[in-house]
């Protein structure tokens, strides 16, 4: 990898995407036969987290657990980063005292000024603007799962939120095409599109819709997320009417092809934007793209800490 941070997809060339996932693969399976190379001993990664998060404290920790390094975790009690301390100052002490920060916050500028200011590697661990690291997940799994990329139609129903426009910007880079079902209001905005149409050189990878069936029609895989991320409570009753009609559920599958594979990057609420039955059905890699979490977040450490 050419760059020191990991802030969006965009700071990636598709080269870049290609070492994290050959990366990927090799950790993962020295994994699977007992080995974990300690690539990363004596190293520690400062772990900031503005919103609280089961799987990516789990795998941030693990992942440098597993590679000989250690995670120190921080909550914004701990830290109150911006308010108790200017950001550039707590980038700075950071910087002297671990070797990388993972920062999972609301603002998608505290990253930047973080990273900015960091003198080590500034990984987003989520904003409300971008997940990079799961885009990585999930383009790792579905070609992990169909052993290739080339000729997929890969469909996403719901937001336009963080994930949906990492998800956009993966697709871009790699040049693939990438079918959003949202509602009105809620689709990914025209100057988004805009930029990720320059990433991907002109080429059109991002097709929008209104009809969730119109979307899903022949799709390889069906990918859903919470209609109601953290911090959007306030919204939960508008949000659940607008989208409504766009689960995932067996009538979204009929019009997918037979081998369709359904994701989420999870917590899912069972019940709204995906049924318990398709969850929890054959056709589903969640747990799987849970997993591939860890894997791809220590190829991700191995690459950037290590320099």
Not at 160 to 167: F, K, T
Not at 235 to 245: D, H, L, N, P, V
Not at 268 to 297: C, M, P
Request: proline share 2%; glycine share 6%; net charge neutral.
């Amino acid at each position: 990898m050419k760059c020191k941070d990991l802030i969006t997809i965009a700071d990636l060339l598709p080269s870049d995407i290609e070492e994290i996932f050959n990366v990927t693969r090799e950790l993962k399976e020295w994994h699977n036969k007992g080995y974990d190379e300690k690539c990363l001993s004596g190293k520690i990664l400062g772990m900031i987290f503005e919103k609280s998060s089961m799987r990516t404290r789990v795998s941030f920790e693990v992942a440098m657990a597993q590679l000989g390094g250690h995670a120190i975790y921080l909550t914004q009690t701990d830290i109150n980063l911006g308010k108790r301390e200017a950001v550039k100052d707590g980038a700075r002490v950071l910087s002297r005292y671990v070797n990388g920060i993972a920062i999972r916050t609301f603002a998608q500028e505290t990253i930047q000024e973080l990273a900015r200011y960091a003198t080590v590697p500034v990984i987003n661990a989520l904003s409300d603007s971008f997940h990079p690291c799961q885009a990585l997940t999930d383009l790792y799994t579905i070609k992990e799962k169909f052993g290739t990329l080339s000729n997929l139609k890969i469909v996403f129903v719901g937001d336009g939120n963080n994930v949906a426009r990492s998800l956009a910007q993966i697709c871009a880079k790699l040049g693939l095409r990438l079918h959003i079902a949202s509602p009105k209001g809620y689709e990914l905005t025209p100057d988004f599109i805009s930029k990720t149409k320059q990433m991907a050189e002109g080429i059109e990878t991002i097709h929008l819709y209104q009809e969730p069936k119109e979307a899903a029609e022949k799709a390889n895989i069906l990918y859903t997320d919470t209609w109601i991320s953290m911090g959007q409570e306030a919204e939960a009753e508008t949000r659940k009417k607008a989208f409504s009609g766009f689960q995932i559920n067996s009538e979204l599958l009929k019009v997918a092809k037979d081998d369709v594979k359904v994701m989420h990057c999870l917590p899912a609420h069972r019940g709204e934007e995906i049924t318990d039955e398709i969850i929890d059905g054959t056709h589903s890699i969640v747990y799987d793209q849970a997993e591939n979490r860890l894997h791809v977040e220590k190829a991700l450490l191995k690459l950037l800490l290590r320099k």
